[in-house]
């Protein structure tokens, strides 16, 4: 079946990074994006961008300002997130999620990781 | 994209009828989805093109809706459907959500 497992937490300090993983298995790589989504305590959801896994191309929300890189490496099924210059703002569950329109589109997040937190805390 | 969802909250009993509005910001036809989250848990998908229920997702769920005005109905609330219920665009990039509704049983 398919199946996103994630890295596990990580705490930071501020104005330092963090990278996240994203194993998938269960279906084809190369003809699904990949979602990454975050969720501050107790608030809402918050698409940060996807990411083509055939090419490698992304495409992220604005509001993060170039600190954010989505990539992948085909070889192990893996996509990663990594955030730069953190703030405590940036704490949060960040999920990866697969969409379920094959082949060059985007509709949806079908199939959740479980989400890996991340505290930001000097 | 704005998407705005009411309620924030809600709470109702056992058996009632739940209903759930999104109201898109632009035009956004059918491309709209909804999901549950249960606390401690990721998202799941319940409803994709805003009434297509997802395979496995029980009949009392349902979703209606096109253009800017969407709702999402639980007919016959159950105490498994705790949680809270996020609507979402794919009209256009940047996807965005709704704010969530929190859903309690009295």
């Known amino acids: 079946q398919v199946q996103l497992v994630q890295s596990g937490a990580e705490v930071r300090k501020p104005g330092t990074s963090v990278k996240i993983s994203c194993e998938t298995s269960?279906?084809?790589?190369?003809?699904?994006?990949v979602h990454w989504v975050r969720q501050a305590p107790g608030q809402g959801l918050q698409w940060m961008g996807l990411?083509?896994?055939?090419?490698?191309?992304?495409a992220y929300a604005d509001n993060f300002h170039g600190r954010v890189a989505m990539t992948r490496d085909t070889s192990t099924r893996t996509v990663y997130l990594e955030l730069t210059n953190l703030t405590s703002d940036d704490t949060a569950v960040y999920y990866c999620?697969?969409?379920?329109?094959?082949?060059?589109?985007?509709?949806?997040?079908?199939?959740w990781g479980k989400g890996t937190t991340v505290i930001v805390s000097s | 994209i704005q998407v705005t969802q009411s309620p924030s909250s809600l709470s109702a009993s056992v058996g009632d009828r739940v209903t759930i509005t999104c109201r898109a910001s632009v035009d956004i036809s059918s491309y709209l989805n909804w999901y549950q989250q249960k606390p401690g848990e990721p998202p799941k998908l319940l409803i994709s093109?805003?009434?297509n229920l997802k395979t496995g997702v029980p009949s009392r769920f349902s979703g209606g809706g096109s253009g800017t005005d969407f709702t999402f109905t639980i007919n016959s609330l159950q105490p498994e459907d705790v949680g809270t219920y996020f609507c979402q665009q794919y009209d256009n990039l940047p996807i965005t959500f709704g704010q969530g509704t929190r859903l309690e049983i009295k």
């Open positions: 990411i083509k896994p055939s090419g490698g191309g992304t």
């Open positions: 093109d805003a009434s």
């Open positions: 999620a697969k969409d379920w329109c094959s082949t060059g589109c985007f509709r949806g997040m079908a199939v």
């Open positions: 269960g279906y084809r790589f190369t003809d699904f994006y």
